[in-house]
Structures are given as structure tokens and as C-alpha cells.
């Protein structure tokens, strides 16, 4: 079993950054991809970044340049660097855990970009 708790989200000016956290417990070693996602209102949920056991990292077009995935090294927290913040990027973001057998998600974190 694998814990999921994000952290960081908040009200955020247009042009402004914040930092998302999401701190992974429990069956840690059999995680090989951890990700974050989003949802905005009234739209699906799409994957944002994620990072592999090796430390490889991919983007959504979107965000690349501006969003930066990356996790400590205890590998039990993964962060998401989010700056030029835009009013899209207002949603519920999401952390996600993948082991072999399972995947785990967190409970959501809202981001609001607005002036």
C-alpha cells in the first residue's frame, strides 16, 4: 500500500509560482513512476509531468518551460515547481504513484490563478 498526501496549492497571482509537494508512504520501494495530474472544471483530468526510478522526467506541452517535476532524495517526495502561472492552469492538481500491480492517487490539491 502506498500513502499519497499533497500539499502546496493555493490562490495565486496571474505571472506568480507555488510549489506542490506530495510526500509518498508505505510501500515506497515499489513505486517506479510517480506524476502529477490536474482537473480543471468541467474538463478531464490530464497528466501534467511525471518522473521515473531513474529520475526521467516528461511534460505536457503546456507546461514544459515552466513547470518542473523533480523528487528528493529519500525518493518519498516529489515536488512540482509551477511558475508563469496562468489562469488556465487553475484546477485540482492531482499526485499519482504507480507500482507494478497498483496505482495510488492523492486526494487533490487546488490551484487558483486568478488577479
Known amino acids: 500500500q502506498v500513502q499519497l498526501v499533497e500539499s502546496g496549492g493555493g490562490l495565486v497571482q496571474p505571472g506568480g509560482s507555488l510549489r506542490l509537494s506530495c510526500a509518498a508512504s508505505?510501500?515506497?520501494?515499489?513505486?517506479?513512476?510517480m506524476r502529477w495530474y490536474r482537473q480543471a472544471p468541467g474538463k478531464q483530468r490530464e497528466l501534467v509531468a511525471d518522473?521515473?526510478?531513474?529520475?526521467?522526467?516528461n511534460y505536457a506541452d503546456l507546461v514544459k518551460g515552466r513547470f518542473t517535476i523533480s523528487r528528493n532524495n529519500a525518493r518519498n517526495t516529489v515536488f512540482l515547481q509551477m511558475n508563469s502561472l496562468n489562469p488556465e492552469d487553475t484546477a485540482v492538481y492531482y499526485c499519482?504513484?504507480?507500482?507494478?500491480?497498483?496505482?495510488?492517487w492523492g486526494q487533490g490539491t487546488q490551484v487558483t490563478v486568478s488577479s
Open positions: 499519482f504513484a504507480a507500482t507494478s500491480t497498483r496505482m495510488y
Open positions: 518522473i521515473t526510478s531513474d529520475g526521467s522526467t
Open positions: 508505505g510501500s515506497i520501494f515499489s513505486i517506479y513512476a
